[in-house]
């Protein structure tokens, strides 16, 4: 039986011995050279030779048998298993849902929790890319040189005049997803991407930011004329699959993120490291006894220690009883927005090493702003006066250096308790001012009025990149509350 396939070779090869390149441009009937005649001549033996060599593929089919597969063991993680936009390299898995749609795009879903290494993009745009370049090149705490990963993604703000680009990302390698090396830069993070859905267009060419702006109003109009609203689309993601040399069969994609969609926990995918805990930093040796009972939503983060002393569903009084170093800078006659892009580059120039040391200082949590509530018919919400603080690091709390620029101060907040409420998502003026009004209506029935009304604060927990269970607080200062001197701080 062997030898059937190589008898049918043979015979394949054999056919039409009569058939040459001569008989092929022999004369027409005409005693001309006819180019439709060659075509007529070159199409049959095409014909004919695919005949062959289909009736070649059956026989080998029914001779060849194929490997057994055992039906109950899961798919080894091999190349099919990547997508082929991809190009071999390491990228998050996903699946796609299935839509009605009238548009040109996908609804896709990452249904595990991935490391994904990132930066903001700061006044030094062009170091970007090379600052997530050399984490991979071994610009990390293990030394580790890591295999670049696709897409490089990037996430970028929609304001209703501009766009621009806010943070850049690497994707970390299933194999490096457990172990990821702390980074050496301050301006480095390790984050985890918890599971998503977000509403997919692809692109091809050089990505530029117009290319990203087009496509991304072209996605936005699609989803509204297929009745779709659930997007997030304060900001969004473009992606990025293919090397800068890449001349030809580009592969790009814009990302809007979906409210309702929520990826399947039955989802199919290959079984890929799953995270469940987030990136352990590495701890300062100064003041450890405190930055041990950092609380959890500081994100490993240096952040002010409190105690809880009245928990409610709408409500926390909270009270910090250490006086604390913040660093501040005030910006007036500018709206919420602009001046908080103003303010925090002052501050993120002075922990960069604007500060008369010269010194760089750790980022930490919470960023606060605190903000004048005008009375209601005002026009506005707020007025335009603001103040933002950066808590100063434990190991800083003594030494911190004097800010060389006019508009930052170093200041001393005294204890102080404040009547906290939470919430989660990309925080924005509508929202500090929905649960601002959703704290004085939990106070006013509870018959709580001894908190400044002249004033309160936001506060943000965050990098700008991380998607999910993101936490804010807004804060009315007590006046007649104190902290307990020596009260043990909670978690």
Same mark, same amino acid.
């Given at each position: 039986?062997?030898?059937?396939?190589?008898?049918?070779?043979?015979?394949?090869?054999?056919?039409?011995?009569?058939?040459?390149?001569?008989?092929?441009?022999?004369?027409?009937?005409?005693?001309?050279?006819?180019?439709?005649?060659?075509?007529?001549?070159?199409?049959?033996?095409?014909?004919?030779?695919?005949?062959?060599?289909?009736?070649?593929?059956?026989?080998?089919?029914?001779?060849?048998?194929?490997?057994?597969?055992?039906?109950?063991?899961?798919?080894?993680?091999?190349?099919?298993?990547?997508?082929?936009?991809?190009?071999?390299?390491?990228?998050?898995?996903?699946?796609?849902? %299935?839509?009605?749609?009238?548009?040109?795009?996908?609804?896709?879903?990452?249904?595990?929790?991935?490391?994904?290494?990132?930066?903001?993009?700061?006044?030094?745009?062009?170091?970007?890319?090379?600052?997530?370049?050399?984490?991979?090149?071994?610009?990390?705490?293990?030394?580790?040189?890591?295999?670049?990963?696709?897409?490089?993604?990037?996430?970028?703000?929609?304001?209703?005049?501009?766009?621009?680009?806010?943070?850049?990302?690497?994707?970390?390698?299933?194999?490096?997803?457990?172990?990821?090396?702390?980074?050496?830069?301050?301006?480095?993070?390790?984050?985890?991407?918890?599971?998503?859905?977000?509403?997919?267009?692809?692109?091809?060419?050089?990505?530029?930011?117009?290319?990203?702006?087009?496509?991304?109003?072209?996605?936005?109009?699609?989803?509204? %004329?297929?009745?779709?609203?659930?997007?997030?689309?304060?900001?969004?993601?473009?992606?990025?699959?293919?090397?800068?040399?890449?001349?030809?069969?580009?592969?790009?994609?814009?990302?809007?993120?979906?409210?309702?969609?929520?990826?399947?926990?039955?989802?199919?995918?290959?079984?890929?490291?799953?995270?469940?805990?987030?990136?352990?930093?590495?701890?300062?040796?100064?003041?450890?006894?405190?930055?041990?009972?950092?609380?959890?939503?500081?994100?490993?983060?240096?952040?002010?220690?409190?105690?809880?002393?009245?928990?409610?569903?709408?409500?926390?009084?909270?009270?910090?009883?250490?006086?604390?170093?913040?660093?501040?800078?005030?910006?007036?006659?500018?709206?919420?927005?602009?001046?908080?892009?103003?303010?925090?580059?002052?501050?993120?120039?002075?922990?960069?090493?604007?500060?008369?040391?010269?010194?760089?200082?750790?980022?930490?949590?919470?960023?606060?702003?605190?903000?004048?509530?005008?009375?209601?018919?005002?026009?506005?919400?707020?007025?335009?006066?603001?103040?933002?603080?950066?808590?100063?690091?434990?190991?800083?709390?003594?030494?911190?250096?004097?800010?060389?620029?006019?508009?930052?101060?170093?200041?001393?907040?005294?204890?102080?308790?404040?009547?906290?409420? %939470?919430?989660?998502?990309?925080?924005?003026?509508?929202?500090? %001012?929905?649960?601002?009004?959703?704290?004085?209506?939990?106070?006013?029935?509870?018959?709580?009025?001894?908190?400044?009304?002249?004033?309160?604060?936001?506060?943000?927990?965050?990098?700008?990149?991380?998607?999910?269970?993101?936490?804010?607080?807004?804060?009315?200062?007590?006046?007649?509350?104190?902290?307990?001197?020596?009260?043990?701080?909670?978690?």
């Amino acid at each position: 039986m062997r030898l059937v396939p190589v008898f049918l070779i043979l015979c394949l090869v054999s056919v039409d011995a009569n058939f040459s390149f001569k008989n092929l441009f022999s004369r027409s009937p005409g005693n001309k050279l006819d180019l439709g005649f060659v075509a007529e001549k070159i199409n049959k033996a095409v014909t004919k030779l695919s005949t062959k060599i289909q009736a070649l593929t059956d026989v080998l089919s029914a001779h060849i048998k194929p490997k057994r597969r055992d039906p109950i063991s899961k798919p080894a993680i091999t190349a099919s298993s990547t997508p082929e936009f991809c190009h071999q390299h390491d990228c998050p898995r996903f699946y796609e849902v %299935e839509l009605n749609v009238t548009g040109d795009y996908k609804l896709r879903c990452y249904p595990k929790s991935y490391k994904w290494v990132s930066t903001i993009y700061d006044d030094d745009q062009r170091d970007v890319f090379m600052r997530l370049f050399r984490y991979i090149s071994g610009n990390n705490q293990a030394e580790m040189k890591i295999k670049m990963t696709v897409p490089v993604a990037r996430k970028m703000n929609t304001g209703p005049r501009s766009m621009s680009y806010q943070t850049m990302s690497f994707f970390i390698p299933f194999k490096h997803q457990q172990d990821a090396p702390m980074p050496n830069n301050d301006k480095v993070n390790l984050e985890i991407v918890k599971p998503f859905c977000a509403y997919v267009k692809v692109y091809g060419g050089f990505s530029t930011l117009s290319k990203v702006r087009e496509n991304y109003q072209s996605l936005l109009r699609e989803l509204r %004329e297929d009745g779709r609203s659930d997007d997030i689309s304060d900001s969004i993601y473009s992606a990025g699959y293919d090397d800068r040399f890449k001349l030809f069969n580009r592969h790009n994609e814009v990302w809007i993120i979906s409210k309702n969609n929520k990826p399947s926990e039955n989802a199919t995918v290959p079984d890929l490291p799953n995270i469940s805990s987030e990136p352990k930093p590495v701890k300062s040796t100064a003041d450890e006894k405190l930055t041990e009972k950092t609380p959890k939503f500081c994100n490993g983060n240096d952040c002010p220690l409190f105690y809880v002393k009245k928990n409610t569903t709408d409500f926390q009084l909270r009270c910090y009883n250490e006086s604390y170093k913040w660093v501040s800078t005030s910006v007036a006659n500018m709206n919420s927005k602009l001046a908080g892009k103003t303010a925090f580059w002052r501050l993120f120039r002075y922990i960069e090493g604007s500060n008369a040391k010269q010194m760089k200082i750790k980022m930490t949590v919470p960023v606060t702003m605190m903000m004048q509530p005008l009375q209601p018919g005002s026009g506005s919400f707020v007025k335009e006066d603001f103040t933002m603080s950066f808590f100063i690091p434990f190991k800083h709390q003594k030494d911190a250096p004097a800010p060389t620029a006019d508009d930052v101060e170093l200041n001393t907040v005294k204890p102080f308790c404040a009547y906290v409420r %939470e919430y989660g998502g990309f925080s924005n003026m509508e929202k500090v %001012e929905t649960h601002y009004k959703e704290l004085l209506n939990a106070l006013k029935l509870q018959g709580i009025d001894d908190f400044y009304t002249n004033m309160f604060y936001t506060a943000s927990y965050d990098a700008p990149y991380k998607l999910f269970n993101r936490r804010n607080e807004i804060w009315l200062i007590s006046k007649s509350q104190n902290p307990v001197k020596g009260r043990i701080l909670a978690q």
